[in-house]
């Protein structure tokens, strides 16, 4: 399961219009913990985005992209900083259904959560979360869930 | 050289839960071996099948990504650190690309009547139909496989069908190529078939090439379509193909089928394996038997093909799984159906990221076969033609005929007196022929009696010959009363 707030929800599904025709793609930051249920399901969350530049080369924009390692490594230790850590990646699918390619599954880790938005006609449609199985065969779709924001 | 290895969190499940493994290694590759060695859970995630670092999984030793140290060869030197971070790539499944480009942007009543029992369906619906209607696709062949598949793909809608074919109706193609009846023998194929398919559903396009697929002409064709279908019978076409869909970055919908067995898989490598992944070099000529050689089940094609047509439909309308990167083995006598799990080359030459090839080849050269279709030569040597045989028996010579092909060839036609030792068992069963004899060996065209009488001269048989052109050569030119198979 993956818990992140409606202006976060916002912000991805903006992105990923803002990007239009090309990808967008970004890192989740928050706590990994379990979920209250009886199979104590992972449960990531979202405490902020980063945003991320799409740096692969322009002829595979629109299909591919990619957060170059650096950019982890330093989102990571940012985040250990504030007690918190790298829970998953979300990125869009223009013009595509919001599941996983098979190329997804290949560049994928079990324990992250993998959001997809499907973005058609420059307008974010549906979002989709995703975590690979453990041994790798398949991504196991997971609820996503934008609790109300507290009243004031 | 101690080394301590931080494990992401997303992976720590597979490594006790440790954040941090302290291993001792000279250099980074041995440090990640005896990593995943220790916690093998930790191997897939990490490596390949292939057994190489994955391509997202990055290595840093004290902060230095080592791609630009000595990767994997790095040394450690003294106390470190080694970080292992993904980067992130990955990407939507394509669909065919030309789906949005169509001008048909809406169904007419009579297609609203037509599909509606795939309109009523939220996987297919309206949105769905229109992408059919919208989508444009290529066959390759109409024979056994482009029967189901051009019948299925026009019944279903798909706005453009293309044919390639070349080839003419045979009466030994009805029993299972179901787009053609006796009245068609003798007629180009294409032509029969475009009037079939037309009678089938008269909403679409159907545009016929009645051309002999080549590397000169392939790339034109296919450049018009979203997808692909291969229903080929033969190797040269099979590279060909896929080489071509590679290049333009199309899918192929494979189908391939042989006496009571088939394959279906779907090639695309902007997504994931192609042909050549699979098989990276055609067999040698010859080892792989054609349909025309070895038979075929005739409703075998049925099921493929209908395979095919299933998997072209769910790549148009963007449903359920497509077939990529698996491979479905069909067995009719066991009625069994096995799925292999294909991987992408990383070497492959036409579809990985540094390809070896970049233009289309010499299919027929590619794959050993002559440039030009040899007349069988006649070998002075050993061959005897039919009109020679002929006028042996017109002079009361004393021969026999040794018959080299299997017994079910030799229930459907046979010349009189002959002697059946299928090919295979020659070498064991010499003893039951008399080598002071002449002997006329013969098969259905010539090139098992070619290789038994070579067996025949070199155990002593002085007076063995091959007859030239086998069983059909003598129907034709002797004895038309022998049915020709």
Redesign the interface.
């Known amino acids: 399961m993956i818990e992140l707030s409606q202006g976060d929800l916002a912000r991805i599904r903006a992105h990923g219009e803002a990007t239009y025709p090309e990808e967008c793609c970004g890192i989740l930051v928050g706590s990994s913990e379990k979920a209250a249920d009886d199979e104590g399901t992972p449960l990531a969350r979202v405490a902020r985005l980063v945003g991320a530049e799409n740096t692969r080369e322009q002829e595979n924009r629109h299909n591919r992209y990619l957060i170059p390692p650096e950019v982890i490594l330093r989102t990571e230790r940012e985040a250990r900083a504030e007690g918190l850590d790298v829970v998953g990646y979300y990125h869009s699918h223009p013009d595509h259904p919001s599941r996983p390619s098979d190329f997804d599954r290949d560049h994928a880790w079990p324990g992250y959560s993998y959001l997809i938005v499907s973005v058609r006609e420059g307008r974010a449609r549906d979002e989709r979360s995703w975590r690979l199985s453990n041994d790798r065969s398949r991504f196991d779709e997971e609820p996503i869930r934008t609790p109300e924001p507290p009243a004031i | 050289m101690t080394v301590l290895i931080q494990i992401?969190?997303?992976?720590?499940?597979?490594a006790d839960e440790q954040a941090e493994v302290a291993v001792a290694a000279a250099t980074v590759g041995e440090a990640m071996e005896q990593l995943v060695t220790r916690y093998e859970?930790l191997r897939?995630?990490l490596f390949g099948d292939d057994g190489k670092l994955?391509?997202?999984v990055?290595l840093?030793l004290n902060?230095e990504?080592v791609r630009y140290l000595e990767r994997e060869a790095t040394p450690i030197n003294g106390d470190a650190t080694l970080?292992i971070?993904?980067?992130?790539?990955?990407?939507?499944?394509?669909?065919p690309p030309a789906a949005?480009q169509s001008t048909a942007t809406e169904l007419s009543p009579e297609e609203i009547l037509r599909y509606s029992r795939h309109l009523i369906m939220p996987e297919v619906g309206s949105e769905g139909q229109l992408k059919l209607k919208q989508a444009k696709v290529l066959m390759i062949g109409t024979g056994g496989l482009g029967s189901p598949l051009g019948m299925y793909l026009a019944a279903a809608g798909v706005g453009r069908l293309g044919l390639v074919d070349f080839d003419v109706v045979d009466e030994s193609n009805l029993h299972r190529q179901l787009l053609y009846s006796n009245a068609d023998v003798g007629r180009p194929k294409i032509d029969a078939a475009v009037e079939r398919l037309r009678e089938v559903n008269p909403h679409i396009e159907l545009t016929p090439h009645p051309v002999l697929l080549n590397s000169s002409n392939a790339l034109e064709i296919f450049e018009d379509y979203d997808l692909i279908v291969d229903g080929t019978d033969n190797f040269p076409t099979r590279y060909l193909v896929n080489d071509a869909c590679v290049l333009l970055g199309k899918p192929n919908v494979y189908g391939s089928i042989f006496r009571f067995e088939g394959q279906v898989s779907v090639f695309w490598g902007?997504?994931?394996p192609c042909y050549r992944c699979l098989f990276a070099e055609p067999p040698p000529p010859g080892l792989v038997p054609s349909c025309a050689e070895g038979g075929v089940l005739g409703v075998l094609p049925g099921i493929i093909g209908s395979l095919q047509a299933n998997e072209v439909i769910k790549l148009i309308i963007?449903q359920g799984d497509p077939l990529?990167?698996r491979l479905v083995l069909f067995d009719a006598l066991r009625m069994s159906f096995r799925e292999l799990k294909l991987r992408k080359n990383p070497d492959c030459p036409v579809c990985s990221e540094n390809p070896t090839q970049t233009e289309l080849i010499d299919y027929e050269q590619f794959c050993g076969v002559p440039a030009v279709a040899e007349e069988p030569a006649l070998n002075d040597m050993i061959d005897v033609t039919p009109s020679q045989v002929q006028s042996w028996m017109n002079d009361g010579r004393d021969f026999s005929i040794l018959d080299v092909r299997g017994p079910q060839e030799y229930a459907i036609c046979r010349i009189d007196g002959s002697t059946l030792i299928p090919v295979a068992e020659l070498e064991g069963r010499l003893d039951e022929l008399d080598p002071s004899k002449l002997w006329v060996v013969h098969c259905h065209h010539g090139p098992r009696s070619t290789r038994a009488t070579n067996i025949l001269r070199d155990n002593g048989f002085q007076q063995a010959y091959n007859l030239a052109g086998g069983i059909d050569a003598w129907a034709e030119q002797v004895d038309p009363s022998l049915p020709r198979y």
């Not at chain 2, 992401?8 to 597979?14: D, E, H, V």
């Not at chain 2, 971070?85 to 669909?95: H, Q, R």
């Open positions: 992401p969190t997303p992976l720590r499940g597979f859970g897939p995630h994955r391509t997202f990055n840093f902060d990504d970080a971070i993904p980067s992130i790539a990955g990407g939507a499944v394509a669909e949005a902007a997504e994931g963007g990529i990167g």
